[in-house]
């Protein structure tokens, strides 16, 4: 029998060559490209290992904190904290200490937002007209925020300029009827005006120049902003050209000349608090290591109580300042002069008449940004008069926002009326600041006002905060920027626009704080205190806070370095220990990415139009879903890359298995059993299949190394079984075929006939009736080629999963650029072999039909008529299997993805199309085949 067989393979080299090279193309690939989808695969796992290391392993917050979005898309906001007030007690933050495995747990109590001020600066020099004797600069202050789409107008601010003497009030007792002035007499105190320069007239009287130092209190209304407030500031003009202005410095009046006029303003900033343990801090995130001046913050840090001068309480705790106050507010002014303005003499409501009705020349405009206020104050240095203090009568506590679901996934967030005055609180002597303007714009978050003092105390007590340190949050330990979350503590607010409407109206910015604590965009804690500090700064409070301070818990595992298996495990144990023990809710962060969120703004009530912004949430376990989808996907694509190999080869085999059909049908009426006949054919094809194993053994390596794929031994080893397996299993169906061969199969018509068919009356007709007559030839074709185009489009869904609106993440997006290659190209090979398969069909179809299409072509048919006959055919085996692998691909994708997006049934429809191209692309080759047939010969042996 063996000698048999090599002299069946040798009679007949050319068909065995291409059947050896069908195997050996097949093996080879076969080996190649499974090297190239686990080289992906250690690249994607090595990827999520390398970058999923973040701060923090575990997120422990109050039970209950989850939000439904969190629920059902395991999606986390960012700058969660923001919104999370307190909820976890000292006890429970012990209890989580205790549990084995914590390596490091990081509490921050979220106090809420302060109020502080920034000093706003005009320099007016230019504005002067030194000629005159008294003029009044008119000062018409706008502030805009948002990239300048929110505009606020404000009360206009004078500054009257005098070349006349001055007296200025040197302080004394507020409750005398006279005080001291600088020419050393004493003046009656104006109750309207209070202590204020009097400009010396030039008969020697004097005249008050009021200010009315309007802060906006109310003990009705509440707290106004800075918007409301007027004000006249005086200034001498010197003769030697200098301004003269006189300052408070020190705890005592001081007469200032300077070479420029500058007026300066405050503008109230709020600036979120927070207390952390700072062991804590520095071994998460490195806090004392991002100190840039003063001093770190200490475990034993507290509030310090001394006394004010007048003997006032004070109490006051240490925190630490960012170098970064993440603030996009400008304030822009239009200067005026108002040359025949005379302030000296008049009362507070007469003057706003006559300074307001004053016609003027414009002399120019100013800008100052918030940001740069805050820096000016960074820049004099930590110390009592310097940088930096706030306010603590009252802290306010911004919730989380809400959204509506749109039918495109998109979140649109809830809009709330502006804030009312009274959230601010309302009149108290130690109140300093106002409301921040950007208050009276849209809400986006609720505002609750959280007294620091005992309702109703009788003994007022100024509560602040003061610098020791300044830190930079951008120098706290970095992390993979595939794993740096939003769920950071420190990480900046930025979002960018969505759309192109959108970036425009951004001016290709980010959106960030407004200043607004009722605003979309939260920024993160700024001020940072000590945990020590807190249950004396909130002694007698009646906030539910106060016992029980803690918003969440950030907790770093021992013995994990970053996303494996082995890792998540490990964490997931201690989780659960954390909530069994504590009743917390409780959040595995490792393995977390950004995941872009598509959010809609509502326009604000100061002139910010709508906007849809991509906001970066967090994904919740993303690189579990990862690596499992890539194991899926490998898996897929194996299996898809085998089976196609296989139908390849089968029709190759089944061709050649034709080819002899005389021989064998000869063979059976020797005697031979069909047995014998069947091993006849599978031992033909086994030895093909072996000698082309070793030569694939031979061309895999070299062959992977050109291509840059490491395929060990092992792998390359594995090509002989899988094209000895390969060719068995191609030659079992041919091979019972031939085993059942009668002796008259020899006479029969190699194309049966389609009985049930109609008869044709066009070639499209035609080619669906040749189609039918050899169902098996063309399901073989259209299954070969669906195969290729599932895989295609499975490539295109697990593409789709890391990249988009599934998984949605960065991480899974940079893992895409490992899987891309390497699975584009194993779906691009089975489309190809899928499309030779089709062209091996339609060719095999020619060459058993060539006496027939010989004939068409003697009563005239033309060879663009048969050449469109074939083509035809081309088209319906290709729109069969197009229609085929695109459905089986959206059924694999919806399995691999999860869902089914309208994205996906896109490319599976953009596949199908490419399919179809593709085969009547193929179908060129056998269509030329067909001006090389012998007619004249044809015609005769028929």
């Not at 100190?291 to 475990?299: D, K, M």
């Not at 691009?828 to 899928?834: A, F, I, N």
């Not at 199309?913 to 012998?934: D, F, I, K, S, W």
Request: net charge neutral.
């Amino acid at each position: 029998m063996l000698g048999f067989i090599w002299a069946q393979l040798r009679g007949r080299a050319g068909r065995s060559a291409a059947l050896l090279t069908g195997v050996l193309v097949a093996t080879t690939g076969f080996v190649v490209l499974t090297g190239a989808t686990t080289t992906s695969r250690l690249e994607v796992t090595g990827a999520v290992e390398r970058d999923t290391r973040a701060a923090y392993d575990i997120l422990v917050r109050p039970h209950g904190a989850r939000t439904p979005l969190e629920v059902e898309r395991g999606l986390v906001r960012p700058n969660y904290l923001s919104g999370l007030f307190g909820g976890i007690t000292p006890a429970q933050y012990e209890q989580v200490k205790q549990v084995a495995g914590v390596d490091v747990a990081a509490p921050i109590a979220m106090l809420g937002y302060s109020t502080s001020s920034v000093s706003v600066r005009f320099d007016l020099t230019d504005a002067v007209d030194r000629s005159l004797d008294q003029q009044v600069i008119r000062v018409d202050p706008t502030f805009t925020a948002e990239r300048g789409l929110s505009t606020a107008p404000s009360r206009p601010r004078y500054v009257y300029v005098t070349k006349r003497p001055l007296l200025y009030p040197e302080g004394g007792d507020p409750n005398a009827s006279s005080i001291p002035y600088s020419d050393g007499r004493m003046y009656p105190y104006d109750l309207q005006c209070g202590d204020v320069p009097r400009e010396v007239l030039p008969d020697g009287r004097t005249q008050p120049i009021c200010n009315p130092h309007t802060i906006g209190r109310s003990s009705d209304d509440g707290w106004t902003s800075e918007r409301e407030n007027w004000s006249v500031d005086t200034v001498r003009l010197l003769p030697d050209g200098r301004f003269e202005q006189n300052r408070w410095l020190s705890g005592r009046a001081e007469r200032v000349a300077t070479d420029q006029l500058v007026a300066t303003y405050r503008v109230t900033v709020p600036f979120l608090l927070a207390a952390v343990d700072p062991d804590a801090e520095q071994r998460l995130v490195g806090l004392d290591d991002a100190v840039i001046e003063g001093r770190a913050l200490r475990p034993d840090d507290t509030a310090i109580d001394t006394h004010l001068p007048m003997h006032v309480p004070e109490r006051s705790i240490p925190v630490l300042s960012t170098s970064r106050p993440y603030l996009d507010a400008t304030v822009r002014s239009a200067l005026t002069r108002l040359p025949q303005a005379r302030p000296a003499g008049l009362s507070i409501p007469d003057l706003e008449q006559a300074l307001s009705g004053a016609t003027g020349v414009k002399v120019g405009t100013e800008e100052y940004a918030l940001a740069d206020g805050y820096l000016d104050l960074l820049a004099a240095g930590i110390s009592p008069t310097g940088c930096c203090w706030g306010e603590l009568q009252t802290i306010f506590q911004a919730g989380a926002p809400e959204y509506d679901r749109l039918p495109d996934g998109t979140l649109r967030a809830v809009t709330r009326a502006p804030l009312a005055a009274k959230t601010f609180g309302t009149e108290n002597m130690y109140n300093f600041n106002g409301r921040p303007w950007s208050a009276d714009d849209t809400g986006f978050r609720p505002l609750t006002s959280v007294p620091m003092q005992p309702t109703g105390a009788t003994i007022d007590q100024v509560r602040n905060w003061r610098t020791v340190g300044i830190f930079d949050p951008e120098k706290l330990s970095g992390f993979s920027d595939l794993s740096r979350l939003p769920l950071e503590t420190y990480e900046p607010p930025r979002l960018d626009g969505a759309d192109e409407r959108s970036r425009q109206a951004l001016g290709g910015q980010p959106l960030e704080p407004s200043g607004n604590p009722a605003g979309y965009v939260s920024a993160p804690p700024l001020l940072l205190t000590s945990l020590a500090a807190v249950p004396k700064l909130m002694e007698g409070s009646p906030s539910p806070t106060r016992t029980a301070p803690i918003s969440a818990i950030r907790i770093r595992v021992a013995d994990v370095a970053g996303y494996t298996e082995r890792s998540a495990e490990r964490v997931r144990l201690i989780a659960e220990r954390i909530a069994d023990t504590t009743g917390l809710d409780v959040d595995l962060t490792i393995g977390s990415s950004p995941a872009p969120q598509t959010i809609e703004l509502p326009a604000g009530s100061l002139g910010r139009p709508d906007l849809r912004l991509a906001e970066p949430w967090s994904a919740l376990g993303i690189a579990s879903v990862i690596t499992k989808a890539v194991d899926r996907k490998s898996l897929v694509l194996f299996g898809l890359v085998l089976v196609v190999c296989a139908l390849f080869l089968g029709n190759a085999v089944s061709a050649a298995v034709r080819d002899r059909r005389p021989e064998l049908a000869v063979l059976a009426c020797l005697g031979w059993s069909a047995r014998r006949i069947a091993a006849l054919v599978l031992g033909e094809v086994a030895a093909l299949g072996l000698a082309a194993g070793l030569l694939a053994l031979g061309l895999a390596l070299p062959l992977a190394a050109a291509l840059g794929i490491e395929i060990s031994w092992y792998q390359a080893a594995l090509a002989v079984p899988v094209a000895l397996l390969l060719a068995l299993v191609a030659g079992v169906v041919p091979a019972l075929r031939a085993a059942g061969a009668h002796p008259a199969a020899a006479l029969r018509p190699m194309v049966a006939p389609a009985r049930w068919v109609r008869r044709p009356r066009n070639l499209f007709g035609m080619a669906l009736v040749n189609l039918v007559r050899t169902p098996g030839r063309t399901l073989l074709g259209a299954g070969a080629l669906a195969i290729g185009l599932t895989a295609l489009t499975l490539v295109s869904a697990a593409a789709y999963a890391f990249r988009g609106a599934i998984v949605g993440n960065l991480l899974g997006d940079a893992v895409s650029l490992n899987v891309r290659g390497a699975d584009t190209l194993a779906a691009v090979v089975t489309v190809v072999l899928g499309a030779g398969a089709v062209a091996d069909v339609l060719y095999l179809n020619v060459r058993d039909r060539a006496a027939e299409l010989s004939t068409l072509r003697a009563v005239g048919w033309t060879d663009t008529e048969l050449s469109r006959l074939v083509g035809y055919e081309g088209l319906l085996i290709g729109t069969l299997g197009a229609v085929a692998g695109a459905g089986l691909g959206l059924a694999g994708a919806a399995w691999l993805v999860g869902g089914l997006p309208t994205a996906l049934i896109m490319v599976a429809a953009a596949v199908a199309l490419g399919g179809v191209l593709l085969t009547c692309l193929a179908a060129l080759v056998p269509a030329a085949l067909l001006r090389r047939l012998p007619t004249a010969r044809l015609l005769a042996e028929e």
